[in-house]
């Protein structure tokens, strides 16, 4: 079975609440995401510096279309704190037809 990709959920971390939600309502407002969902308190553990890491993020999940994720995904690395965010995007294979034609007429 085959799938054409039309929606896409972005996700990504910050190191912060205020971060989190001020890049959401950027990218929601340039129309390059219809939705922002934010999940505060997020535990990570990871090496960066050869340092083992724990610390807590906020967790941004963003629906788009798939000609609108490559645009999202910059805005993000423009707009990020991180020198290397976590920004990663898998498609929408089903769903509420009605939802998913909301997020196309949102953007």
Known sequence: MEFEIEYVTVYTTFPSKAEAKETAKI?????????ANLIDQMESIYVWNEQLEETTEVVCLL???????EPLIQRIRDLHSYD????VGWPI????????????KSL
Do not use: F, H, Q
Not at 27 to 35: G, I, Q
Not at 63 to 69: D, F, G, Q
């Open 63 to 69: 629906k788009t279309t798939m000609e609108k994720s």
């Open 84 to 87: 290397i965010p976590c920004i």
């Open 93 to 104: 294979l089903k769903g509420n037809p009605s939802y998913l034609d909301w997020i196309r």
């Open 27 to 35: 990218l929601v407002t340039e129309k390059l995401a219809a939705c």
